[in-house]
């Protein structure tokens, strides 16, 4: 086989090569003929999707750029308002101090218990020592 059968030809040097040679001609003039009008249509659909996507992107930042300037208002507008809800939390923790004190209260109360009923489950966990001799002879003979 010649090189130039292994190697795949483009529509266009199919073209050529029909037009060159007269017995190939009207098969090779065809099919590049056909390669030429597919190749033609892909690039304009590439074409006509990434003017698409474009337009598309384009929406889709306005969008985001919308988006984004009513964030920016929404956080502005909660600053403005911070000095209002420093000074409401501020009078509420005054209020709080008991709220502390009992709570502290509760915990120390649950972890004496927890301490007590600790130490009785330890000294019941202990086997009483049998009041019978042992069964095995405890030293090791040498």
Do not use: C
């Amino acid at each position: 086989m010649s090189t130039t059968a292994e190697t795949r030809l483009t529509p266009r040097e199919r073209l050529t090569r029909g037009l060159t040679y007269s017995a190939v001609g009207p098969v090779d003039v065809t099919r590049g003929v056909v390669g030429l009008g597919v190749q033609s249509a892909r690039a304009t659909a590439s074409q006509l999707r990434r003017r698409y996507r474009e337009g598309r992107l384009a929406q889709e930042i306005a969008a985001a750029q919308d988006t984004i300037a009513q964030e920016l208002a929404a956080a502005q507008e909660a600053v403005a308002n911070l000095p209002q809800v420093i000074q409401d939390v501020r009078r509420s923790q005054r209020h709080n101090k008991r709220t502390w004190l009992i709570a502290a209260a509760t915990t120390t109360v649950v972890l004496a218990g927890g301490a007590v009923a600790f130490t009785i489950v330890r000294r019941s966990m202990r086997p009483e020592p049998s009041p019978l001799p042992p069964s095995v002879d405890v030293q090791p003979r040498p």
